[in-house]
T-cell receptor, first 113, second 113 residues
Framework: AQSVTQLGSHVSVSEGALVLLRCNYS??????LFWYVQYPNQGLQLLLKYTTGATLVKGINGFEAEFKKSETSFHLTKPSAHMSDAAEYFC???????????FGPGTSLSVIP | ETGVTQSPTHLIKTRGQQVTLRCSSQSGHNTVSWYQQALGQGPQFIFQ???????GRGNFPPRFSGLQFPNYSSELNVNALELDDSALYLC????????????FGPGTRLTVL
């Protein structure tokens, strides 16, 4: 069965530092890949997605992610963290055989002033 | 363009009771998916509806049921509530098609006492 792993349930970075949130999926066929952000007491907002084409994907709020098939990874990065980036981040996949979204367990990002 | 809306925002029930949660899809979307997000975890797929029929189901018991209406709005019904049903319930709408982005509502916070 498909699964998504996110290394580190909690990540802390200093304001202005690089943000790196890790995501790996288990599938022999690359799925569709997504990153969502969730602020406290809110629903999920799409940051970016990869379906086909260029493997480096740019999203909202300065985030980007790179699909690496050989590593089955889709890590999320941002060059310079802002206080407003503090939130829960979820990596998600949609297997190409069907439309069910499979979420990772999430990574809580804290930004230290 | 109206986004995905859910009602109610919060709900408190006792064990054994039944609950109905509602979701209005984003304009132009014909598919609705429901997810359960327990505290500190990623969302788990409950089921999906397309053109008023169930189109996939996750690992949830039959006491979780749903409906989709001709206007593509949807209901999630849970019978015989258990304490472990306490969670944030998220609705997402999308257009039918592989890998299409799902747009999430703000969720309904259900507490079972």
């Amino acid at each position: 069965a498909q699964s998504v792993t996110q290394l580190g349930s909690h990540v802390s970075v200093s304001e202005g530092a690089l943000v790196l949130l890790r995501c790996n999926y288990s599938s022999s066929v690359p799925p569709y890949l997504f990153w969502y952000v969730q602020y406290p007491n809110q629903g999920l907002q799409l940051l970016l997605k990869y379906t086909t084409g260029a493997t480096l994907v740019k999203g909202i709020n300065g985030f980007e992610a790179e699909f690496k098939k050989s590593e089955t990874s889709f890590h999320l990065t941002k060059p310079s963290a802002h206080m407003s980036d503090a939130a829960e981040y979820f990596c998600a996949v949609i297997p190409r055989a069907y439309d069910k979204v499979i979420f990772g367990p999430g990574t809580s990002l804290s930004v230290i002033p | 363009e109206t986004g995905v809306t859910q009602s109610p925002t919060h709900l408190i029930k006792t064990r054994g009771q039944q609950v109905t949660l509602r979701c209005s899809s984003q304009s132009g979307h014909n598919t609705v998916s429901w997810y359960q997000q327990a505290l500190g975890q990623g969302p788990q797929f409950i089921f999906q509806y397309y053109r008023e029929e169930e189109n996939g189901r996750g690992n949830f018991p039959p006491r979780f049921s749903g409906l989709q209406f001709p206007n593509y709005s949807s209901e999630l019904n849970v019978n015989a509530l258990e304490l472990d049903d306490s969670a944030l319930y998220l609705c997402a709408s999308s257009s039918q098609g592989k890998g299409n982005e799902q747009f999430f509502g703000p969720g309904t916070r259900l507490t079972v006492l």
